[in-house]
T-cell receptor, first 110, second 116 residues
Framework: RKEVEQDPGPFNVPEGATVAFNCTYS??????FFWYRQDCRKEPKLLMS???SGNEDGRFTAQLNRASQYISLLIRDSKLSDSATYLC???????????FGKGTSLLVTP | GAGVSQSPSNKVTEKGKDVELRCDPI?????LYWYRQSLGQGLEFLIY????????KSGLPSDRFSAERTGGSVSTLTIQRTQQEDSAVYLC??????????????FGEGSRLTVL
């Protein structure tokens, strides 16, 4: 089983739509969780950290369910500029590696 | 301020040659990571440095791969006797806070390696 699994998509949504991405992780000892964003042929950049109580940053909401080992990202009022690949990232528990999912591709259309 | 700098940005080499990839992390960042990303694939962890030591080398795919870091700053990833399957983008990232509960990773733009 892969460390971090995501639906690759692509998700094609119109501007203004709400879209949700999910991610599951295999290591129950993991302590740190993040969503990164990667534009085409660019390096990944941190979108937001994910906290146990859930957290919001503008139009973005992240949630963590430790019991189910599941992380989600909700994007409200999608913009054209949100088109990118969204990477779920989880630390490996006792190891030092941050494990990246393969990413979910989002395309927001006019 | 300066971000993470990687060189070369592009490298084309022949199978069997050795290559060196360089990473200059953000000044003061003690944690440094190397990842690689093959076409259409996710990021694959290679190695983690804390200062000059590498407590986690678990991702290095074979003994052809090695890395070092000097002065708690610049890191070099060396691939010996390159193979076509080594073709990928090699990404370096640094973080202010050391692992395992590291903070935000700041990535360089990557070194795109093509092995012919």
């Amino acid at each position: 089983r892969k460390e971090v699994e995501q639906d690759p998509g692509p998700f094609n949504v119109p501007e203004g739509a709400t879209v949700a991405f999910n991610c599951t992780y295999s290591n129950s000892a993991s302590q740190s969780f993040f969503w990164y964003r990667q534009d085409c042929r660019k390096e990944p950049k941190l979108l937001m950290s994910v906290y146990s109580s859930g957290n919001e940053d503008g139009r973005f909401t992240a949630q963590l369910n430790r019991a189910s080992q599941y992380i989600s990202l909700l994007i409200r009022d999608s913009k054209l500029s949100d088109s990118a690949t969204y990477l779920c990232v989880v630390n490996g528990g006792s190891g030092y590696a941050l494990n990246f999912g393969k990413g979910t591709s989002l395309l927001v259309t006019p | 301020g300066a971000g993470v700098s990687q060189s070369p940005s592009n490298k084309v080499t022949e199978k069997g040659k050795d290559v060196e990839l360089r990473c200059d992390p953000i000044s003061g960042h003690t944690a440094l990571y190397w990842y690689r990303q093959s076409l259409g694939q996710g990021l694959e962890f290679l190695i983690y440095f804390q200062g000059n030591s590498a407590p986690d080398k678990s991702g290095l795919p074979s003994d052809r791969f090695s890395a070092e870091r000097t002065g708690g700053s610049v890191s070099t990833l060396t691939i010996q006797r390159t193979q076509q399957e080594d073709s990928a983008v090699y990404l370096c990232a640094s973080s202010e806070r050391p692992g395992p509960n590291t903070g935000e990773l700041f990535f360089g733009e990557g070194s795109r390696l093509t092995v012919l």
